[in-house]
């Protein structure tokens, strides 16, 4: 499938694609004029796939992503085309949008810690934004944050609830956000680097309870990161970002085997290779 045109060859469902983006460009003002950190992307999301957007830091990721959300920050502006479900998400008010962010799209950030507020248990922080999007009674929130938090594996949810931000593991904080942004049961997820900040070892178990939810809730994703290898995990589609631009745009399989930028091969050869398990022998030989 192509970032830039619906997939060839699956049959024309309506609705399939999830979010259309074209064509999108933020713009913030400086002293010398504005300036583009993000140019002319245009990308699409299918319904239950993962796109993987990677880029070097400052590349417009993130920037990227605010703007599907409606939360760019202040001065910034976006044009273009972003749309969801088919309905157009830019020129939309606050009011609006944060129904969207409600309803339809969820975010999960780099740091949880400055997502999640010190002063409030997590499985209050849980219920506040599911009654929030659902309503319904105390009682029901809490019962379906222990569920989420045992759907991402939080040993003794129906304890662990009642417990502060301040006494879970970095990759524990992570995956209590998972739990929260699930909650809200969103068409589109999109996780902002959710793994950086961890082990090796914590951001396997995170990729992976990523792409085991996924596969329940048929979820579509956006999954953004600088590591090449670990969009290879977790995405079907790939957009290359750099200095604001869309370098490159196809499926995993096309970027990995065969990229058209130059920029996407030097991130390729940057790349320890796991993939031939001689490859080292060949390397010594030489
Ligand atoms: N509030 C702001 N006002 C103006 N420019 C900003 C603002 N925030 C970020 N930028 C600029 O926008 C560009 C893109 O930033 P963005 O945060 O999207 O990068 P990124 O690819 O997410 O990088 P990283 O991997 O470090 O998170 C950068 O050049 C940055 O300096
Ligand atoms: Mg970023």
Request: charged content about 25%; overall charge negative.
């Amino acid at each position: 499938m192509s970032l830039t045109a619906p997939r060839t060859i699956s049959i024309p469902v309506a609705g399939s694609t999830l979010l259309e983006v074209d064509h999108l460009t933020v713009t913030f003002p400086t002293s010398s004029g504005p300036v583009e950190v993000v140019k002319d992307a245009s990308f699409r999301v299918e319904s239950g796939d993962t796109l993987g957007i990677v880029g070097e830091s400052g590349s417009g990721k993130s920037m990227t992503s605010l703007a599907i959300m409606g939360l760019l920050p202040r001065g910034g502006t976006a044009t273009g085309s972003i749309r969801l479900n088919g309905h157009e998400l830019l020129g939309r008010s606050d009011r609006e949008m944060r129904r969207v962010r409600g309803d339809k799209v969820a975010m999960v950030f780099q740091d949880p810690l400055s997502s999640l507020n010190p002063y409030y248990t997590v499985g209050l922080q849980i219920e506040e934004a599911y009654r929030a999007h659902n309503g319904g009674s105390r009682r029901d929130a809490r019962r379906v944050t222990i569920e989420a938090l045992e759907r991402v594996r939080i040993a003794d949810a129906s304890r662990r609830v009642d417990h502060y931000p301040h006494q879970f593991s970095g990759g524990m904080r992570q995956r209590i956000m998972i739990a929260m942004a699930l909650c809200l049961e969103p068409d589109l997820l999109i996780a902002d680097e959710p793994t950086t900040a961890l082990d090796v070892t914590v951001q396997a178990q995170i990729l992976e309870l990523l792409a085991d939810l996924q596969r329940e809730t048929g979820t579509g994703m956006i999954f953004i990161t600088h590591d090449l290898a670990v969009v290879s995990q977790v995405a079907q589609d790939v957009l290359v970002m750099k200095d604001g631009e869309q370098v490159e745009a196809g499926t995993a399989e096309q970027v990995f085997s065969n990229p058209r930028a130059a920029y996407t091969r030097a991130l390729l050869a940057a790349l320890p290779r796991i993939d031939d398990p001689f490859d080292e022998l060949k390397g010594t030989s030489r």
